[in-house]
């Protein structure tokens, strides 16, 4: 289908290529007298100069000047009815005046270009005058009729055209906004790829409203706590008394035992103390938990005269204060079952930070024992049963992790603490 910009083109070139042919035909004719010729060329080159002037020199008057275009008209008109005048050859030209018409003059002034046009066609308004055929009138009515017919079939062709350019228009803004829906979808992907760090304030809220349960969570509270300061701390004293009264007849060891049963007896105290008042433990509450495992491994290890170390993997970072405290207190129960049933030779401690948890490792070399075997029947770094391993197993559920423990006879106790990593954020959203 013919396209606007065709149309336009066409219509700018059509008088120029039929005025180069009509005046290639009447220059070849040999019937007219050379002098007539060479007029005839000279007023063909008027036609030339005259659109390029008014339409091709400048493009823009066809659009929107109206006064310009009905000069040119005019002008391209007469000149048309003189040439065709000269030369019958130049009827060609009269035919590009049809479009023209259509091409250059706005509305109805379209159709009194083409009556004009069909005028001349016939040879001229004086010629229509002058003759008093019958055939003449009907031949200029004829003409007029059909260059209407043929304008009014260019205007439908625009029409249609500029429909069709609405259509792209219509279709361009469908385009855009089906970009615009799928930049909101990646918007969406956006929000759902921070979905983990909303996941992580829920679970913190959670923990916060999980504080202000029932008098059954608060005494399950205060008996881990009691069993983590007062218990294990009694149980140090108890058996640093025990070493000092073997060690009767050495004042120097009995010293030493002595001063640590004193120093376990005060940091019970405060461990106590923090316990009532729903605090962190004392080393958490002064330093980072890698920082306060590395003093409950030395100390212990100290107190006990047993060689433990501890270590580090990953990236450390702040975690929610429960995550640590429950760290913390199963890394401390862990050890004194080594202190109390093991008999170890060594004993190693591993904090590892991974992704979404963080996990803490306990080994001993000790005696083991049968996981499922009934309480009291001994064991390594943790028992199979007992309050104490209980107490771990609450705090650690409590948090959605777990406690596994892997121990045989003789072979040593291994316990592997794993709670999700809840970081520290959270804590300072739900305050």
Request: glycine letters at 8%.
């Amino acid at each position: 289908m013919l396209r606007v910009h065709d149309w336009d083109r066409a219509w700018r070139a059509l008088p120029l290529c039929l005025l180069v042919v009509a005046t290639v035909i009447a220059v070849a004719d040999s019937s007219a007298p050379p002098y007539d010729r060479v007029v005839t060329v000279a007023l063909a080159a008027v036609v030339a100069v005259w659109h390029w002037w008014m339409v091709l020199a400048h493009p823009e008057w066809p659009e929107r000047a109206l006064a310009p275009m009905a000069v040119y008209f005019t002008g391209l008109v007469a000149l048309t009815w003189a040439l065709s005048s000269r030369h019958p050859a130049y009827g060609l030209l009269v035919l590009a005046c049809f479009p023209t018409a259509f091409a250059t003059l706005p509305g109805r002034y379209a159709y009194l270009g083409v009556a004009v046009t069909a005028f001349v066609a016939v040879d001229g308004p004086s010629s229509l005058l002058n003759s008093r055929s019958p055939w003449l009138i009907a031949s200029a009515l004829t003409g007029a009729v059909l260059a209407a017919f043929i304008g009014w079939s260019i205007r439908a062709l625009e029409a249609e055209v500029e429909r069709r350019r609405a259509a792209n228009r219509a279709l361009e803004s469908a385009n855009q906004a089906l970009e615009n829906a799928n930049q909101a979808l990646e918007s969406a992907n956006l929000r759902l790829a921070l979905l983990g760090e909303e996941n992580a304030e829920l679970q913190g809220r959670l923990l916060a409203a999980a504080r202000q349960t029932g008098v059954t969570g608060e005494r399950g509270r205060l008996a881990r706590e009691i069993h983590d300061t007062v218990a294990q701390g009694l149980a140090g004293i108890v058996t640093q008394l025990e070493a000092a009264e073997e060690a009767a007849n050495d004042a120097g060891a009995v010293r030493r035992r002595l001063a640590v049963a004193r120093s376990l007896a005060r940091e019970s105290l405060t461990e106590v103390r923090r316990s009532l008042d729903d605090m962190r433990p004392g080393p958490l509450a002064e330093s980072k938990l890698p920082e306060a495992l590395s003093s409950l491994v030395s100390g212990w290890s100290a107190a006990n005269e047993l060689p433990a170390t501890l270590t580090v993997t990953g990236t450390a970072r702040l975690l929610h204060p429960e995550v640590e405290v429950a760290v913390y207190r199963a890394v401390q129960e862990a050890l004194a079952n080594v202190a109390r049933h093991a008999g170890a030779g060594k004993t190693g401690v591993t904090l590892s930070y991974m992704e979404d948890v963080v996990v803490a490792d306990i080994r001993d070399d000790g005696v083991g024992f049968t996981p499922l075997a009934p309480a009291g029947t001994g064991g390594g770094a943790g028992t199979s049963g007992g309050f104490g391993l209980t107490a771990m197993r609450q705090r650690v559920v409590r948090l959605a992790g777990n406690v596994e423990v892997e121990s045989a006879p003789g072979q040593g106790t291994a316990i592997s603490v794993t709670i999700p990593a809840i970081p520290a954020a959270a804590e300072r959203e739900t305050t």
